[in-house]
């Protein structure tokens, strides 16, 4: 099974992109989706998840008032609409999921991932 993530691209600052992704090549029961990123020079980092039970989303606080994560669990599909990007922003956007059933709110929620998909916001 794999996880793809498309919708990445060039944007200007204060622009927005929505980023989705969707399990391809088998079938596979996820508790949460979200995204993680990792910038240039430094390590990938945690943006946001979805939880299938209850809804629950989290994010990273700088992200927290302009990216809105999305999804159907039965479908194992989920999305991050991304607003008002600032170039720190810029980094390889990451798909992932949590199979084992990981607490939502911990620092490493997910123990799955896909190839990423590149997101460059230039000032």
């Known amino acids: 099974v794999q996880l793809q993530a498309s919708g990445g691209g060039l944007v200007q600052a204060g622009g927005s992109l929505t980023l989705s992704c969707a399990a391809s090549?088998?079938?596979?029961?996820?508790?949460?989706m979200g995204w993680l990123r990792q910038a240039p020079g430094k390590e990938r980092e945690f943006v946001a998840v979805?939880?299938?039970?209850?809804?629950?989303?989290y994010y990273q606080a700088s992200v927290k008032d302009r990216f809105t994560i999305s999804g159907d669990g039965t479908k194992n599909t989920v999305h991050l609409q991304m607003n008002s990007l600032r170039p720190e922003d810029t980094a390889v956007y990451y798909c992932?999921?949590?199979?084992?059933?990981?607490?939502?709110?911990?620092?490493?929620?997910?123990?799955?991932w896909g190839q990423g998909t590149l997101v460059t916001v230039s000032s």
């Open positions: 992932a999921a949590d199979l084992s059933g990981r607490s939502i709110d911990s620092p490493d929620p997910f123990d799955y």
């Open positions: 090549g088998g079938t596979f029961r996820s508790y949460s």
């Open positions: 979805v939880s299938w039970s209850g809804g629950r989303k």
